[in-house]
């Protein structure tokens, strides 16, 4: 089964960049997204297909992905992003969603 | 307003069934192919299966395959997951949610607020 790796935990100061990896066999290859979720709350899509963004998620929102390895990447973070983050794919092989295990985003 | 309201909460013992529905408004839900994805308590997503829009295509995950089965009442703009022999690792909240129309088949737009399951004697 195809398997997505993130790293558990991630911090950063308000104002700075916040970089979230997810890692798999040739990612570069599959269209990956990227849904935030807060406490209590419901997943929300804020990246799909690498790098688009829905309507209504900020332009500080943006995603790559090349090689072994997609990138979420938070520009000026603010309070208001600390949150879980989920990269996912979908595993045409098996006819399965994939979703990384998720990234805690700590805003200091 | 797109909305995906879920009812069905329960506790059920080990060994039991539950049914678990998600309304669909403000779309035409006909048109769209739907998942169900959960959350044991304090962990991430799992996907949990996924419905084409005429009810004709079926994918479950390794963990529910046998035992779960997703359907869809098109006339009634709903969505269902039928649980049968339910295990403690079933214990989640449980998420249905949309797949855009002519997207990736992973992705999911919008999402329902959740229904609790509870499995423990």
């Known amino acids: 089964s195809y398997v997505l790796t993130q790293p558990p935990s991630v911090s950063v100061a308000p104002g700075q960049t916040a970089r979230m990896t997810c890692g798999a066999d040739?990612?570069?290859?599959?269209?990956v997204h990227w849904y935030q979720q807060k406490p209590g709350q419901a997943p929300v899509l804020v990246v799909h297909d690498e790098s688009d963004r829905p309507s209504g998620i900020p332009e500080r929102f943006s995603g790559s992905n090349s090689g072994n390895t997609a990138t979420l990447t938070i520009s000026r973070v603010e309070a208001g992003d600390e949150a879980d983050y989920y990269c996912q794919v979908w595993d045409s092989s098996s006819h399965h969603v994939v979703f990384g295990g998720g990234t805690k985003l700590t805003v200091l | 307003e797109v909305q995906l309201v879920q009812s069905g909460r329960g506790l059920v013992q080990p060994g039991g069934s539950l049914r678990l529905s998600c309304a669909a408004s403000?779309?035409?839900?006909?048109?769209?192919?739907m998942n169900w994805v959960r959350q044991a308590p304090g962990k991430g997503l799992e996907w949990v299966s996924y419905?084409?829009?005429?009810?004709?295509?079926?994918y479950y995950a390794d963990s529910v395959k046998g035992r779960f089965t997703i359907s869809r009442d098109n006339a009634k703009n709903s969505l269902y997951l039928q649980m049968n022999s339910l295990r403690a690792e079933d214990t989640a909240l449980y998420y249905c949610?949309?797949?855009?129309?002519?997207?990736?088949?992973?992705?999911?737009?919008?999402w329902g607020q959740g229904t609790l399951v509870t499995v423990s004697s």
């Open positions: 040739n990612i570069g290859r599959r269209s």
């Open positions: 949610a949309r797949r855009p129309l002519y997207s990736n088949y992973a992705l999911c737009d919008h």
């Open positions: 403000g779309f035409t839900f006909r048109s769209y192919d």
């Open positions: 419905i084409s829009s005429d009810g004709r295509t079926i």
